[in-house]
């Protein structure tokens, strides 16, 4: 960065000496020398180009940082969708090399659309662009020394709430009392909403491991769990309830309704994402709102659902629905349908504050998903940098420093690296 600025004037300063105006123009090269230092940028933006790409896996995520000449970086996370997808990023990787990093939305539509026969409409390679164009809007902040949302066009809050996600399904076959003492707990920490899993594979009154109908023992089992939540916490804490899209219509419907008393902020995925129209029937059907969204790809993936009502809430993942500013796209499309943006969220601290970035972005910003166990797990603070509290009061501080405001601390997550894939390399 300083040897860059310092280039930049030295050849200014021989210019001015070179000048017939040396001697009248000598004060004016200095005024200008001080504002420049004093200019939070890195160098001129018109001399930044990429050099390298390079990635990390680890757990579920890739990791993709994207380095310059100008000895700023930037670092993007992609999830879920991105197994075996190593070659895919460096392939993605080479195309980048020599350019300028600071047209993120147009590198974006040419990977897009330069993807069309390679399965750009969704899945892998929509999860890795999402990670790319995290770290090109990250890069883009740093140059310019500007935070994402001021990219994005400024911050309608400083803050976002967050649920917290007890993933109670750590525990096999967890009963009530165990759904009722998770929300506490999470209550007790600053959590205002919470969220609980009702899925479950190895729910001993399943008659079919592979028949997703539940009996009337599961349903029951079902309501109980979530009952005993809304008693342990009163009236006021939102509950949303996932079901991770597993079940069948007749299924969906009745959970739905049955779920009516407990005052539900959510039934999330009560059926799997691919037919809308089931989607828009048990939506009509129940004055529960439905939620869905975190396996549909790009603002395309959008449209119907939208259109049609068939959803009361969307929930895309911008670590895998194509980025920050497909992100941005989709929760303005949906704000024009009335529909609260209420993303899903299970990457690392970096992921959740690039989404932290779109959700101050735009007006109709719900809730973002929060895990907990990035409250109890050691490596979740081992793997990035950041020097505050992740979560306040079950809020999170979005950042004002250039970029996302998070870095990646590699020698953390080299310990968690997944074993056989090269470690940024």
Request: glycine residues 10%; neutral net charge; proline residues 6%.
């Amino acid at each position: 960065m300083s040897n860059t600025r310092r280039s930049f004037l030295t050849k200014a300063a021989v210019a001015a000496a070179l000048s017939p105006l040396a001697g009248v123009s000598g004060a004016f090269g200095q005024g200008l020398a001080h504002s420049l230092a004093n200019t939070p940028r890195h160098s001129s933006p018109s001399d930044l180009k990429i050099t390298d790409v390079k990635c990390g896996y680890s757990g579920g995520g890739l990791f993709v940082k994207i380095f310059t000449n100008q000895d700023i970086w930037g670092t993007g996370e992609g999830v879920d969708a991105v197994g075996g997808t190593y070659f895919m990023v460096q392939q993605l990787g080479r195309r980048l090399k020599g350019r300028s990093p600071l047209t993120p939305n147009r590198i974006f539509e040419e990977f897009r659309k330069g993807g069309f026969f390679a399965g750009a409409q969704s899945g892998v390679y929509v999860a890795v662009l999402s990670a790319f164009d995290a770290a090109l809007w990250d890069l883009c902040g740093k140059a310019l020394g500007l935070p994402v949302h001021q990219l994005m066009g400024g911050k309608f809050r400083d803050k976002v709430r967050v649920y917290c996600d007890t993933e109670l399904y750590a525990v096999r076959n967890p009963k009530p009392e165990d759904y009722a003492n998770a929300a506490v707990q999470a209550v007790g920490n600053g959590y205002t909403a919470v969220k609980f899993d009702i899925d479950s594979a190895t729910d001993p009154n399943k008659f079919d491991r592979y028949n997703w109908t539940a009996s009337n023992a599961e349903l029951e089992r079902m309501f109980d769990s979530i009952a005993a939540v809304r008693k342990a916490v009163g009236p006021h804490v939102d509950i949303c309830v996932d079901m991770h899209g597993r079940y069948d219509a007749p299924t969906g419907r009745k959970v739905a309704k049955m779920m009516e008393p407990l005052n539900l902020m959510w039934l999330e995925e009560p059926v799997p994402a691919d037919n809308i129209d089931v989607y828009r029937t048990i939506t009509q059907e129940t004055s529960t709102p439905i939620c869905g969204g975190e396996n549909f790809y790009l603002g395309y993936g959008y449209t119907r659902i939208l259109e049609q009502a068939a959803i009361d809430i969307i929930m895309p993942d911008l670590q895998k629905c194509g980025g920050l500013g497909e992100g941005q796209r989709i929760a303005n499309l949906a704000n024009l349908y009335y529909t609260p943006f209420s993303p899903h969220m299970v990457g690392s601290f970096l992921g959740a504050m690039a989404t932290a970035h779109v959700c101050a972005s735009v007006p109709n910003f719900h809730i973002l998903e929060w895990q907990t166990l990035s409250d109890t797990e050691p490596r979740w603070k081992e793997i990035v940098t950041y020097d505050k509290p992740f979560i306040e009061k079950g809020f999170l501080v979005v950042s004002d420093k250039p970029g996302i405001g998070v870095e990646l601390n590699l020698d953390g997550l080299k310990k968690y690296a997944t074993p056989g894939i090269p470690f940024f390399e």
